[in-house]
């Protein structure tokens, strides 16, 4: 082959190539030739939360006993007394506390007997109520196993065992009530006239919520302290070991109705949660307790230094558990987020276009650059603008209704978008082959 040949033939050569790549990317920019992947948009809830170990400081105030003898508390942990109010007796012996304990039981059978066979003869409930009442308890009480509960389950299976009485007498079949209260009465009877009477009352010097448990924590987390505590002074409390009890002290009270929850929290978190308005927040104590408590954000202690701080969580809620916990871990949820879950891989910088008219009917189109997502509708990619309500470690939850203003064009993705998560080259109005 001649040289000139073999140069027409190179020439022709290069000439299709290029012509071959111009094609290829020319189809590129309108056809998807990869195609691309994508994912459904659906609801999701997220609540963005804190993870702490903390300490419980409440206001307290010790009962002490100077009477000898075997105590019997009259009052529950949890219970509100009143200042003065009896909240335990103190017997000579264990046989006379468990004397006691049964009359107590008898005259509360009693007290439910005798309102049984009232309700029953007064016609005071129909066969719905109380089958609606059974319901209830029988729910209530499947809740209580579920979440591990059990400090109401003697109440719960008696109120339960009542109602389900109530209904057989309502429903008319023969339930002797008669017998039983004549046997109850007997045994109140022969208890009265065999065990000996108490010899002390113990009370309670202030009014609040008895607890019958002493940690020996209660004189080392001052109440009053709360607003004082930085860092360095949550360790010191978080390490200190607990003081003896004397033999004396039989229980406390909790005497203010606010208590507090003390966490570190780094600088970040501080400074997120200071710029942030999270007032109201909710916390859960999943080792202690299965509600979920309202609470207040009331300081951020932190130290001319730098470094952590200390997190102050106002509470007012108080239950038996929450009487008692000092350590706990607890999850501090601050806001809680529904909108569409979209992953991170989908958002792209992008132009949104927004067509007005002017006063002469005349199009005006504005672009501006924000951030969005690239959604499939049938084979063409439109670009939609995202709001995002919350970050995850791989998503975001963005807002299908955001307020107007918020938005260039107005327009965002909606549940069961079909929205591009990979993909190369992706344009508004691009064709997807």
């Not at 033939?9 to 189809?27: D, G, M, R, S, T």
Request: negative net charge; proline residues 1%; hydrophobic residues 35%.
């Amino acid at each position: 082959m001649d040289k000139a040949k073999f140069k027409r033939v190179v020439i022709a050569l290069i000439a299709i190539f290029l012509i071959v790549n111009v094609v290829y990317v020319f189809i590129n920019s309108v056809f998807d030739v990869d195609g691309v992947e994508t994912e459904i948009a659906t609801e999701m809830t997220a609540t963005d939360t804190l993870y702490k170990d903390a300490i419980i400081i409440r206001d307290e105030e010790l009962i002490k006993n100077d009477t000898d003898g075997v105590i019997s508390y009259t009052s529950a942990d949890g219970d509100k007394v009143a200042k003065g109010e009896q909240v335990a007796k103190v017997y000579n012996s264990e046989d006379d506390v468990l004397a006691y304990q049964e009359l107590q039981g008898i005259q509360t059978e009693i007290k439910r007997l005798k309102k049984l066979n009232a309700s029953v003869n007064n016609g005071d409930l129909g066969i719905d109520t109380i089958n609606s009442l059974i319901y209830n308890a029988v729910t209530d009480l499947n809740k209580s196993i579920a979440d591990r509960d059990f400090i109401d389950s003697d109440s719960q299976v008696d109120n339960l065992s009542y109602l389900i009485t109530e209904r057989l007498m309502v429903t008319g079949d023969s339930v002797n009530v008669s017998n039983r209260l004549n046997e109850l009465e007997e045994r109140k009877q022969e208890i009265e006239n065999s065990f000996d009477k108490a010899n002390g009352v113990i009370k309670s010097q202030k009014a609040g919520c008895f607890v019958s448990n002493v940690d020996g924590y209660e004189s080392i987390y001052k109440y009053d302290d709360v607003s004082n505590i930085n860092i360095s002074k949550f360790n010191k409390l978080k390490d200190a070991k607990p003081k003896k009890v004397s033999d004396d002290t039989v229980g406390k009270v909790v005497t203010s109705v606010n208590w507090y929850i003390l966490c570190p929290v780094s600088e970040t978190e501080a400074l997120r949660l200071t710029k942030s308005s999270y007032d109201k927040v909710t916390i859960n104590l999943p080792f202690a307790s299965s509600d979920s408590i309202p609470a207040y954000v009331e300081s951020i202690n932190q130290d001319v230094k730098g470094g952590d701080s200390v997190l102050v969580i106002k509470c007012d809620y108080m239950n038996s558990e929450l009487a008692s916990i000092r350590h706990e871990n607890v999850e501090i949820c601050l806001n809680t987020y529904e909108g569409l879950r979209i992953s991170k891989t989908a958002l792209h910088d992008g132009i949104a276009k927004k067509i007005s008219e002017d006063e002469n009917n005349n199009q005006i189109t504005k672009k501006k650059a924000v951030q969005g997502v690239y959604v499939l509708y049938g084979n063409e990619l439109q670009f939609k603008e995202v709001s995002i309500l919350y970050s995850g470690s791989d998503f975001v939850i963005c807002d299908p209704s955001p307020e107007d203003g918020v938005l260039f064009n107005g327009e965002t993705i909606s549940l069961y978008d079909n929205v591009v998560v990979e993909g190369s080259d992706l344009k508004d109005g691009k064709i997807i082959k």
